[in-house]
């Protein structure tokens, strides 16, 4: 690990850099060809550094590099570790996992086809991602209705008979492979035809079952000849909305952006044998300052590291940043055994087609907006009843809620939850463990956690080096209680008179759902449906759901503990030896007498008490 005074240190092979803050998350992961080279390139003053470089740099804590033997190699674990960590300041494909794709298990005996949104790599073939879950449930069903394969997922092997023929074998949709009777060799030649069409190669699918149609009838064959040719209308049916948009009959990907301010949305067209047999879209956020090259090349890396398949050719609206372009075509052409090019187009049939790309990714990108603002201006439109309701001079823009959580006055705690503009900042969120207040005393404890919000919040600012988020303070505090929750609170604060927060109570009704809204001693009830109810409501279920996810914690790992302390000859030393070793209590539960007296301070009489312990519950 090299810190930033040791920059001379690093090594000057090709490699992946990843950069750590001050708590040890990785924020940013890169690959280069002489990794002293490019890291030191992000702390050379220029002008031409873009914002977001400027601000990732003074969030790097130290840099952990790993050597590899080549360009390449650093591309594809590059690829990987964007993928595990996601760091903050990467590019990311924040949905790439989501989008439903068709999957046929080719590592069954009898293979099946189904939809499924996990890709992995493990032998079957994935088609896909598809935006459209349930177009690809209907491309399933058809697909169905023309090959008989097996619909369920029993485990079956030829020769063995496997329960009864369910009802899709009686209605003639599945040919029962679970009586055992289904040679494997057979079945799969309807799985190959699936795939086939799949892959958009229906075409020579089609003229050879018309071949087989004429010959069948030819024969006399009059049965199987009109099943051939039900096969070849159900093959149409499935196809019939692959529009053919290249004349080449030629496997190629379509990728389109279209940038607006901080937002840009990547469309891509799928293409197989000329044919439009699939497309989707993802959005990336944060890229004011990036330029479009970047982009394309970022997306490119991590929309192919995941893919089953590598078209022959991908076609482009943008250029990919220049020095990448040559390893990653080459990292494309080594997933896909065969050689892969980038294209920009400039005329001719391609040009019209990636232009076609480009507005599609337009008009979505256009729908995003829309959809972005208007949830945008619902959020103003909470926030202007709020601020005319407490009567403030501009719209609160932090807003802060406090609950306290305990049983009986026992693992007495509260939770702080942080909406921004209207929305919940998690990262922002604060626990506290109520240290001054004993027994059941919501006001007492209220009044603690304010207190050590605020000195919190003090001591930030005065010491620009504290790290925390308890900056800036709000405009609006939000109590859960009534009248004398807010007065216990408005108590403290008037302690600090150079800061002007308003204190309001979230007062409900025996359903637990929001009744009014207390604010200098009156209660302004609230009506149900309308902007404001519903921000007050999400903000006090939020809060309420977030001190009693701790409350519950803290119980649990009470009753860990006594439970351990109940056994003769283990106290809160030998307790935390324990769990420090083990980890759970379940652990512990299924050690042997043998492991628990390895551990340091446990004796044989005391592992076997802990197993006595255990086995009795058991």
């Given at each position: 690990?090299?810190?930033?005074?040791?920059?001379?240190q690093?090594?000057?092979?090709?490699?992946?850099?990843?950069?750590h803050?001050h708590?040890?998350?990785?924020i940013?992961?890169g690959?280069?060809?002489?990794?002293r080279k490019?890291v030191?390139?992000?702390?050379?003053?220029?002008?031409?550094?873009?914002?977001?470089?400027q601000?990732?740099?003074?969030?790097?804590?130290?840099?952990?590099?790993?050597?590899v033997g080549?360009?390449?190699?650093?591309?594809?674990?590059?690829?990987?570790?964007?993928?595990?960590?996601?760091?903050?300041?990467?590019?990311?494909?924040?949905?790439?996992?989501?989008?439903?794709?068709?999957?046929?298990?080719?590592?069954?005996?009898?293979?099946?086809?189904?939809m499924?949104?996990?890709?992995?790599?493990?032998?079957?073939?994935?088609?896909?991602?598809?935006?459209?879950a349930?177009?690809?449930?209907?491309?399933?069903?058809?697909?169905?209705?023309?090959y008989?394969?097996?619909r369920c997922?029993?485990?079956?092997?030829?020769?063995?008979?496997?329960?009864?023929p369910?009802?899709?074998?009686?209605?003639g949709?599945?040919n029962a492979?679970?009586?055992?009777?289904?040679?494997?060799?057979?079945?799969?030649?309807?799985?190959?035809?699936?795939?086939?069409?799949?892959?958009?190669?229906?075409?020579?699918?089609?003229?050879?079952?018309?071949?087989?149609?004429?010959?069948?009838?030819k024969?006399?064959?009059?049965?199987?000849?009109?099943?051939?040719?039900?096969?070849i209308?159900?093959?149409e049916?499935?196809?019939?909305?692959?529009?053919i948009?290249?004349?080449?009959r030629?496997?190629?990907d379509?990728?389109?952006?279209a940038r607006?301010n901080?937002?840009?949305?990547?469309?891509?067209?799928?293409?197989?044998?000329?044919?439009?047999?699939?497309?989707?879209?993802v959005?990336?956020?944060?890229?004011?300052d990036?330029?479009?090259?970047?982009?394309?090349?970022?997306?490119?890396?991590?929309?192919?590291?995941?893919?089953?398949?590598?078209?022959k050719?991908?076609?482009?609206?943008?250029?990919?940043?220049?020095?990448?372009?040559?390893?990653?075509?080459k990292?494309?052409?080594?997933?896909?055994?065969?050689?892969?090019?980038?294209?920009?187009?400039?005329?001719?049939?391609?040009?019209?087609?990636?232009?076609?790309?480009y507005d599609?990714a337009c008009?979505?990108?256009?729908q995003?907006?829309?959809?972005?603002?208007?949830?945008t201006?619902k959020?103003?439109t909470?926030?202007?009843?709020?601020?005319?309701?407490?009567?403030?001079?501009?719209?609160?823009?932090?807003?802060e809620?406090?609950d306290?959580?305990?049983?009986s006055?026992?693992?007495?705690?509260?939770?702080?939850?942080?909406?921004?503009?209207?929305?919940?900042?998690?990262?922002?969120?604060r626990?506290?463990k109520?240290?001054?207040?004993?027994?059941?005393?919501?006001y007492?404890?209220?009044?603690?956690?304010?207190?050590?919000?605020?000195?919190?919040?003090?001591?930030?600012?005065?010491?620009?080096?504290?790290?925390?988020?308890?900056?800036?303070?709000?405009e609006?505090?939000?109590?859960?209680?009534?009248?004398?929750h807010v007065n216990?609170v408005?108590?403290?604060?008037?302690m600090y008179?150079?800061?002007?927060?308003?204190?309001?109570?979230?007062?409900?009704?025996?359903q637990h759902?929001?009744?009014?809204?207390?604010?200098k001693?009156e209660?302004?009830p609230?009506?149900?449906?309308?902007p404001?109810?519903?921000?007050?409501?999400?903000?006090?279920?939020?809060v309420?759901?977030?001190a009693?996810?701790y409350?519950?914690?803290?119980?649990?790992?009470?009753?860990?503990?006594?439970q351990?302390?109940?056994?003769?000859?283990v106290?809160?030393?030998?307790?935390?030896?324990l769990?420090?070793?083990?980890?759970?209590?379940e652990?512990i539960?299924q050690?042997?007498?043998?492991e628990?007296?390895?551990?340091?301070?446990?004796?044989?009489?005391?592992?076997?008490?802990?197993?006595?312990?255990?086995?009795?519950?058991?």
């Amino acid at each position: 690990m090299y810190t930033i005074k040791d920059l001379n240190q690093l090594p000057e092979n090709p490699g992946v850099y990843l950069m750590h803050n001050h708590i040890g998350e990785i924020i940013y992961v890169g690959k280069a060809i002489n990794l002293r080279k490019r890291v030191k390139q992000y702390f050379q003053k220029s002008k031409k550094q873009t914002l977001k470089t400027q601000k990732l740099v003074t969030h790097i804590e130290y840099i952990e590099t790993i050597i590899v033997g080549s360009e390449l190699e650093a591309l594809i674990l590059e690829c990987n570790l964007i993928k595990k960590h996601r760091p903050k300041y990467n590019i990311l494909l924040k949905d790439d996992k989501n989008y439903p794709w068709i999957r046929v298990t080719l590592k069954e005996t009898y293979p099946t086809i189904e939809m499924t949104r996990n890709f992995k790599d493990d032998g079957n073939k994935y088609f896909g991602p598809f935006t459209s879950a349930y177009a690809v449930q209907k491309t399933i069903e058809s697909i169905l209705n023309v090959y008989p394969l097996q619909r369920c997922h029993r485990h079956l092997k030829y020769g063995k008979k496997v329960g009864r023929p369910c009802l899709y074998y009686h209605m003639g949709q599945c040919n029962a492979p679970c009586t055992g009777k289904i040679d494997p060799k057979v079945y799969f030649k309807d799985v190959e035809q699936v795939l086939d069409i799949l892959s958009g190669r229906d075409k020579r699918l089609k003229e050879q079952l018309e071949l087989d149609m004429k010959a069948a009838a030819k024969n006399l064959e009059f049965e199987k000849a009109g099943k051939l040719r039900d096969q070849i209308k159900g093959i149409e049916h499935i196809v019939t909305k692959q529009k053919i948009i290249q004349t080449n009959r030629q496997d190629s990907d379509a990728i389109a952006i279209a940038r607006d301010n901080d937002l840009a949305c990547v469309q891509v067209f799928n293409i197989r044998e000329g044919k439009l047999i699939g497309q989707n879209h993802v959005f990336l956020e944060g890229i004011r300052d990036e330029k479009t090259e970047t982009i394309m090349t970022n997306f490119i890396k991590q929309y192919y590291n995941q893919k089953a398949f590598i078209p022959k050719e991908i076609i482009l609206n943008s250029e990919i940043e220049s020095q990448e372009k040559p390893v990653i075509e080459k990292w494309l052409s080594q997933m896909r055994k065969s050689k892969v090019v980038l294209t920009l187009p400039i005329q001719g049939q391609k040009s019209k087609m990636i232009k076609m790309v480009y507005d599609n990714a337009c008009l979505v990108l256009s729908q995003k907006q829309l959809f972005k603002n208007r949830k945008t201006q619902k959020k103003m439109t909470q926030l202007d009843a709020l601020q005319e309701l407490l009567a403030l001079e501009e719209l609160p823009q932090r807003i802060e809620a406090y609950d306290i959580s305990n049983i009986s006055g026992t693992n007495n705690v509260g939770g702080m939850v942080v909406f921004e503009n209207g929305k919940p900042q998690k990262k922002a969120y604060r626990r506290f463990k109520i240290k001054s207040v004993a027994g059941q005393n919501d006001y007492g404890s209220m009044q603690e956690m304010i207190f050590r919000r605020m000195e919190r919040g003090i001591a930030e600012k005065a010491n620009a080096a504290t790290k925390g988020n308890f900056l800036p303070f709000p405009e609006v505090m939000c109590i859960d209680g009534g009248k004398t929750h807010v007065n216990a609170v408005s108590s403290v604060l008037s302690m600090y008179k150079e800061i002007d927060i308003k204190v309001c109570g979230l007062v409900k009704n025996d359903q637990h759902q929001i009744r009014g809204i207390v604010y200098k001693e009156e209660e302004y009830p609230l009506k149900p449906g309308t902007p404001l109810t519903k921000l007050l409501y999400d903000i006090s279920e939020e809060v309420h759901r977030f001190a009693l996810g701790y409350h519950q914690n803290l119980r649990k790992k009470t009753m860990l503990e006594t439970q351990l302390t109940s056994i003769k000859g283990v106290g809160p030393k030998r307790r935390a030896l324990l769990l420090s070793h083990f980890g759970t209590l379940e652990k512990i539960a299924q050690a042997s007498v043998e492991e628990l007296e390895q551990q340091e301070g446990i004796n044989h009489n005391t592992a076997q008490a802990i197993y006595d312990y255990f086995k009795r519950k058991a």
